[in-house]
């Protein structure tokens, strides 16, 4: 039908069509900090899962903040990736974006400040010692990279930037 002078072809944001890629996203400020906070997350929960977390209640409130955002993280990322939001247009997604990032800055300032403050060098293993230390890290430079993603989805909620992260269809027909 496609090939039929006056056939309608399908758009990418319309319902039954496949989900396309769009690397374009990765290079916008959203979907940089989205990779980058996919990366620095599991670091975060990774150096914690390689330590004795089980013995200190407070890592496991560094574990669930690092993997519950982790795997947020990575559905949006794959969301944004494949124009998902485009066939979802009822949902608005800067908005979305927004919350989801001021709530996950928040958590991660509460996971960073716990995970220092468990942090002691007299551990009676200094590998423990030194993994925490480096999550400890790493949870403060995530913490940084969704505060700055709470900063660009506001300006995108606002509409006083667009990027490819935010673009909504416009004509659902």
Known sequence: MAGL???ARARSGSPGTA????????????GGLMG???VLGLLVWSLIAATTYHLHA???WVMFVSLFFWILTLLF?????????LKFYVIPWP???MIYNAVATVLYITAFVTCAAAVHPTS????????RAAASFFACVTMITYGVSTFFSFRAWKGLG????????????
């Open 5 to 7: 002078p006056g056939a």
């Open 19 to 30: 989900p396309t890629l769009d690397g374009t996203f990765l290079c916008s400020p959203l």
């Open 36 to 38: 980058a906070q996919a």
């Open 58 to 60: 407070a890592y496991g």
């Open 77 to 85: 990322l794959v969301t944004y990736l494949l124009q998902l939001q």
């Open 95 to 97: 908005l979305v974006l």
């Open 124 to 131: 009676w293993r200094q590998w423990d010692y030194n993994r």
């Open 162 to 173: 667009s990027n490819a992260a935010t673009s909504q269809v416009t004509d659902h027909a």
